[in-house]
């Protein structure tokens, strides 16, 4: 049993209120794939700055790759990981290679390490883990219903009899 915890709704509400950019490591040009989804909601429904980290691609949704963390022109305040869990140590390493700035060190739907978690807050990351930033956002922001989260056909009432 992990005794590591996500930030309650209430910080990760004022995590993403105070991001203002946001690095998508991982991020792939394909539309099928969960962090070409998560770049579209991001790009439409926020105010965010949002850059794409893949080596392997040169555009995602119309805007400009760039192969690591480190060729980013800002120093993103979050940065949101679509990297398979073997892959998060060096996704930190190069996280906290970055200049002063980084705030969030986020993990997707799927992604828990606790040893990488607690080495990203000793570094004084706030760190979120197994969590979509779209669905958070949408969360907070009223937009569930727009992916079809909330779509009132399940609920808790009883009918009229």
């Known amino acids: 049993m992990s005794s590591w915890e996500n930030p309650s709704a209430t910080a990760r509400q004022k995590i993403l209120r105070e991001t203002r950019t946001v690095a998508m490591v991982g991020a792939s040009p394909n539309p099928a794939r969960a962090?070409?989804?998560?770049?579209?909601?991001?790009l439409a429904s926020t105010?965010?700055?949002v850059y794409?980290?893949?080596?392997?691609?040169?555009e995602i949704l119309g805007r400009p790759v760039y192969k690591s963390l480190a060729d980013l022109p800002v120093v993103p305040d979050l940065v949101d990981v679509f990297r398979r869990k073997e892959d998060l140590p060096a996704v930190l390493d190069d996280v906290l290679a970055l200049p002063a700035g980084v705030q969030t060190f986020w993990l997707q739907f799927g992604l828990v390490d606790e040893v990488v978690a607690r080495r990203?807050?000793?570094?004084?990351?706030?760190?979120v883990m197994d969590r979509c930033l779209k669905?958070?956002?949408?969360?907070?922001?009223?937009?569930l219903h727009l992916a079809g989260f909330d779509t009132g056909v399940i609920s808790s009432r009883r009918r009229e009899r």
């Open 35 to 42: 962090s070409n989804f998560v770049g579209t909601y991001l």
């Open 47 to 49: 105010s965010y700055d």
């Open 52 to 58: 794409f980290v893949n080596p392997n691609a040169t």
């Open 120 to 127: 990203a807050e000793a570094a004084g990351l706030q760190v």
């Open 135 to 143: 669905v958070e956002h949408a969360r907070f922001h009223g937009g």
